[in-house]
C-alpha cells in the first residue's frame, strides 16, 4: 500500500536551515507529482510546494527563494531544502501524492523556529 515517511524535522533558530525528506513506497513514484504541505497551529492545512515528474516545480510565495524541493526517483525520495528559516515557518510538515484518484498523506515531521 502506498507509504509516505517524513523525516528530518527539528528545532531550529530563526535564519537557520533545515532539510525535510519523504520517503515513498507502494506506487511508482517517478510518475507521480509529489508535494510539501503544512499546518501551523491554529491555522489551516496549506500547501508549500510540489514537483512534477519531470521536475517542474511551484513555490507558494511566502517561501519562495527560501525553500527547494527535490526529487531523487532511484530513491524513491523527495526533499524540502529549506533555509533562512522564519518563526511563522513552525508547523508540521507533511508530504502528499495523489494516486489512483485518492490523496495519501504522511504523518508529518514538526518544524519549530525559535531562539
Known amino acids: 500500500q502506498v507509504q509516505l515517511v517524513e523525516s528530518g524535522g527539528g528545532l531550529v533558530q530563526p535564519g537557520g536551515s533545515l532539510r525535510l525528506s519523504c520517503a515513498a513506497s507502494?506506487?511508482?513514484?517517478?510518475?507521480?507529482?509529489m508535494s510539501w504541505y503544512r499546518q501551523a497551529p491554529g491555522k489551516e492545512r496549506e500547501l508549500v510546494a510540489d514537483i512534477g515528474r519531470v521536475g517542474r516545480t511551484y513555490y507558494t510565495d511566502s517561501v519562495k527563494g527560501r525553500f527547494t524541493i527535490s526529487r531523487d526517483n532511484a530513491k524513491n525520495t523527495m526533499y524540502l531544502q529549506m533555509n533562512t528559516l522564519k518563526p511563522e515557518d513552525t508547523a508540521v510538515y507533511y508530504c502528499?501524492?495523489?494516486?489512483?484518484?485518492?490523496?495519501?498523506w504522511g504523518k508529518g515531521t514538526l518544524v519549530t523556529v525559535s531562539v
Open positions: 502528499k501524492v495523489t494516486y489512483d484518484g485518492m490523496d495519501y
Open positions: 507502494g506506487f511508482t513514484f517517478s510518475n507521480h507529482v
